[in-house]
């Protein structure tokens, strides 16, 4: 059966951070830059330092995506807070058999996010996000809540393990004065009309999706060479993998490849690239500069740039 289309909130699917685009979307047991706030919240108990990143997505049909977020390392346990802004310009409101009204109207969506994470072993790490979730079109409103989960486990034996369970939450319905409608309620003549009504919109999943991923890495001198591959399954679509590469020179400029949704039904993401380097600062803080770029089937391609600074 085809899933596609029968979720709410769609824009927390879209993939934020250049360095994990660019390994196609491969890094649910990487989670090794401030983008797990995202990918795999377990991840940020390993970041060593406070951090701020941001990344921009000149997305589809003129459609600006962003992602900010910022952790801060306590004793035993670290705490993130990051957010998702999808916005789009003002678009002419078309009533059928008046085009040309002159009015406007916005739509867009956001959601608000914090995360907690903690290493429970110097191998196994755990995470949890809770999300506050709004979209909007025009007067209507759609809101709800989600929680991540996520953790990392690093083996014995060399591979990292990844798990992560994403948008786990309510339903959403959109309600609002736009869905307020003069109704003839009843047959019965002599009655009035014009009851005021309001029409009941249906209820939509959150996109959920489960995510497995493995990784390792071979370093010889200063190159390392860095492979990860992501099994998901959304609700909203069939399974797929994610797989990516990445080389690294002198722990300082990187180069990426991947491949994305292998093995989807009517696959639209095909391939992705991207670089990276990093610049070490003084007092031991480091900034980092990524930029992906990425394929579609039918669809025009994308660019993003991320900026990521640990102090």
Not at 108 to 131: D, E, H, I
Not at 133 to 151: C, H, M, P, Q, W
Request: contains cysteine; proline residues 3%.
């Amino acid at each position: 059966v085809n899933k596609t289309g029968t979720s709410a909130a769609k824009f927390l699917s879209i993939s934020p951070g250049g360095k994990a685009v660019s390994m196609g979307g491969a890094f649910t047991s990487l989670s090794n830059d401030i983008s797990c706030l995202y990918w795999n919240p377990s991840g940020i108990a390993r970041l060593d330092s406070h951090g701020a990143f941001f990344t921009h997505i000149e997305w589809l049909a003129d459609i600006s995506y962003d992602f900010v977020g910022v952790t801060i390392p306590f004793d035993a346990s670290t705490i993130g807070l990051s957010a998702i802004f999808l916005t789009m310009d003002e678009m002419e409101i078309r009533r059928y058999g008046d085009e040309n009204t002159g009015e406007t109207f916005k739509a867009g969506s956001y959601a608000l996010n914090t995360t907690w994470a903690m290493n429970l072993t110097n191998r196994f790490s755990v995470g949890f996000t809770g999300k506050y979730i709004r979209e909007k079109i025009y007067n209507s409103i759609a809101t709800g809540f989600a929680l991540d989960v996520g953790t990392l486990f690093k083996t014995s034996w060399g591979p990292q393990l990844g798990v992560m369970i994403s948008n786990f939450g309510p339903k959403m319905k959109m309600d609002g004065p736009d869905l307020l409608v003069n109704a003839d309620v009843s047959e019965i003549e002599g009655n009035n009309p014009n009851i005021n009504a309001e029409l009941s919109t249906d209820l939509f999943t959150l996109p959920l999706v489960l995510r497995f991923g493995l990784s390792d890495y071979f370093k010889i001198k200063d190159f390392i060479a860095t492979w990860s591959i992501d099994a998901v399954n959304p609700i909203d679509n069939s399974e797929y993998l994610n797989l990516g590469f990445e080389f690294s020179f002198w722990e300082h400029f990187c180069l990426r490849m991947g491949a994305k949704s292998l093995f989807m039904y009517q696959r639209e993401e095909l391939f992705t690239v991207g670089m990276g380097s990093k610049i070490d600062l003084f007092s031991g803080k480091c900034l980092s500069f990524d930029y992906s770029y990425e394929s579609f089937k039918y669809l025009p391609s994308t660019n993003q740039f991320s900026i990521g600074i640990n102090y």
